[in-house]
């Protein structure tokens, strides 16, 4: 079965964040990923099991929340670095296997995995960006989470050729998440900590 398949790269991360768990010392954030890698190892166990039908979304968001958490921890300078690029390279280690075995063998009743590009830190600052980068980044920042036909729509000044450019630029140097559901396209700017 390919969901036993992700187990040691389950054990691999769940000590790699206990780990993390174990270094920091923002008391607030050690409850929130306490809890989250609680959340996690329950949703696994039943995702193994197959209890509650298909159970990969659910589990796809444990480990997007259990990222972010990690991202918050680390860019507010409240864990160890070392510790830190581990647990996260175990991350995306069990994120990857389990990308693939989901995409090997899904069920019948599987829900259709969203593309989600893998993102980078952002360089420091925007200095590295022209006036229309600018304002594009500015928009998606005050609207939060933003279409790509409400960027076309607002950006009438530009062509659409020349926006997509824009846009694979700021996602390509880390300002900019892209999320894709269905035929809709997500831009959001990612939560992280100033350096």
């Known amino acids: ?113 969203t593309s989600v590009e893998f993102f980078r830190p952002p360089r420091k600052g925007t200095a590295l960006l022209n006036p229309t980068k600018k304002r594009i980044l500015g928009f998606i920042s005050e609207t939060g989470e933003t279409l790509n036909s409400d960027l076309f729509d607002y950006f009438k000044d530009i062509s659409r050729r020349t926006l997509k450019r824009h846009l694979s630029d700021l996602i390509g140097t880390g300002y900019l998440h892209r999320e894709a559901q269905g035929k809709k396209v997500y831009y959001k700017t990612p939560i992280i900590g100033n350096d």
């Open 1 to 113: 079965m390919a969901r036993r398949r992700l187990i040691p790269e389950f054990i691999e991360l769940f000590s790699g964040l206990s780990a993390v768990i174990q270094s920091s010392n923002d008391n607030f954030l050690v409850q929130t990923l306490n809890q989250q890698l609680q959340n996690f190892f329950d949703g696994f166990i039943n995702y193994l099991q197959g209890k509650d039908g298909d159970r990969s979304k659910v589990l796809l968001f444990q480990v997007a929340n259990l990222e972010t958490t990690l991202s918050i921890l680390f860019h507010l300078r409240k864990v160890d670095s070392l510790r830190y690029l581990e647990a996260e390279h175990k991350l995306l280690v069990f994120k990857k296997s389990f990308l693939e075995s989901y995409a090997i063998a899904p069920s019948k009743n599987s829900p259709r995995v």
